[in-house]
């Protein structure tokens, strides 16, 4: 990576996380540095595994957010660095403001804002939200997140993210899908050819790369009605590559048990179901319960 980079000093230079690095004497992102940041007062917030690649960091003057490959990183507009927190999933915030992706949500409250297990949704008291923007005519007392986390309901309807379906649309979906409670038990970064790498390398040499999950299968919930290949069996270990535009290695979930449903892919060609799955949504154990609730109900 120093390489890439004119006059970048090795003997300082440190990789903070997928998006942000710096030197005794800049700070740098993937094509670049920012002329406005202060190198010896730089730092990353924190990000959960799955934003890799999506970084706020702060320095003594200003916020700043940034997605990996896409443009510069742009100053937080007015975001108090002192007292900004990230939420993940491109949502922080400070004392004043609630922010998505860089910008400031107009009316949310910091003081009651909090996120809705999938990082799509969030809400106050008063409001609900989806990738930082409002969803009109929500009770945010009653709205649930449901698998596969783009879904979620209220107590007048059902919602695929802002926009309003029939709870029979979302069974529908729920029942073409694997679902199974596992815990991973390893992980590591691989290329586009699902080959293992070191966790610090050169993105430009690896283009594609993401991660393997090796997750046990604890308890079969649901099973969809068509033949799908690779899928886990009961007390069995399942591979599952997830490519993203970071090089995060989930190690934080190894030992952790969630939820998992997968969708059946088909090529593009025609319709023949691909022996992979895609990943769909989690739910940390704390959840575990009434998610199960949740499918006893929608799928008896």
């Known amino acids: ?16 996380n997928d998006v942000f690095a710096k030197d005794a004497n800049r700070v740098y992102f993937l094509s670049g540095f920012i002329k406005e940041a202060d190198p010896e007062t730089f730092t990353v917030f924190s990000e959960h595994p799955a934003d890799a690649g999506m970084s706020y960091a702060r320095d ?21 660095p002192e007292t900004f927190r990230s939420l993940g999933g ?17 009316g949310a409250r910091p003081d009651q ?3 809705l297990c999938s990082n799509i949704y969030s809400c106050d008291n008063t409001s609900v939200f989806c990738n930082g923007s409002r969803i009109s005519g929500v009770s945010p007392g009653t709205f649930q997140v449901l698998p596969d986390g783009r ?8 919602f695929n993210l802002e926009r309003t379906i029939s709870k029979q649309d979302y069974v529908d979906e729920l029942r073409k899908q694997f679902v199974f409670v596992g815990t991973v038990v390893g992980t590591s970064v691989v290329d586009r050819d699902k080959k293992e790498v070191p ?28 033949k799908v290949d690779n899928t886990p069996a009961l007390d069995e270990e399942f591979v599952f590559y997830q490519y993203l535009g970071g090089s995060a290695t989930y190690t934080e979930w190894i030992g952790k048990q969630w ?16 022996p992979t799955l895609e990943w769909r949504y989690y739910c940390p154990p704390e959840k575990l319960g009434e998610v199960m609730s949740l499918f006893s109900e929608l799928l008896p």
Not at 92 to 102: E, F, N, P, R
Not at 151 to 158: E, H, I, S, V
Not at 210 to 216: A, D, E, F, P, T
């Open 113 to 115: 804002f909090r996120m």
């Open 90 to 106: 491109g949502y922080g915030l400070d004392a004043d403001a609630v922010y998505y992706g860089g910008y400031q949500i107009k």
């Open 259 to 274: 939820i998992w449903c997968f969708h059946p892919l088909k090529y593009r060609d025609d319709e023949t179901l691909a």
């Open 199 to 226: 966790e610090c390398f050169d993105p430009g040499r690896h283009s594609g790369y993401g991660v393997s999950l090796k997750i046990r299968c604890e308890r079969i919930v649901h099973r969809p009605d068509i």
């Open 151 to 158: 879904y979620a309901r209220d107590k007048d309807g059902y």
């Open 60 to 80: 003594k003057t200003n916020v700043y957010f940034q997605v990996l490959t896409i443009g510069k990183p742009r100053i937080v507009r007015d975001a108090n």
């Open 1 to 16: 990576m120093i390489g890439r980079y004119g006059g970048a000093d090795p003997k300082t230079f440190q990789v903070l």
